[in-house]
């Protein structure tokens, strides 16, 4: 493994405090940017970073699930307590139990 990858591997994208609907469609932009600029395509792992969630509501889920769609290997690292009851509320905790979600 050269440093690059070793580099990109240490990366992840950080989930917005505001992680619904408001700001979906901004999210969804920063994480298309940081994909590109990351060079990962669909196929690859990608960790986000939930530690900053205060807010999320059904529109953040389905974007989990549509980034799944898209072939991407999610990984949820430090998620909030907010991002926690989320997913457990919707039968999704074992996503963030196992850290990746399926």
Known sequence: ???????????CF?????????????????LKTWLQLQQLAPGADITLS??????????ALQMFA???RSGYCLHIVEP???LLDAC???GLGA????GELP
């Open 1 to 11: 493994m050269n440093e690059r990858t070793t580099e990109r591997m240490n990366e």
């Open 14 to 30: 950080e989930l917005p405090e505001d992680f619904n609907i408001y700001h979906a469609e901004d999210t969804l932009a920063a």
């Open 50 to 59: 939930g530690a900053r969630v205060a807010e999320i509501d059904g529109t």
């Open 66 to 68: 549509a980034l799944r």
């Open 80 to 82: 909030s307590r907010k």
């Open 88 to 90: 457990q509320t919707t």
């Open 95 to 98: 996503w963030l139990a196992e």
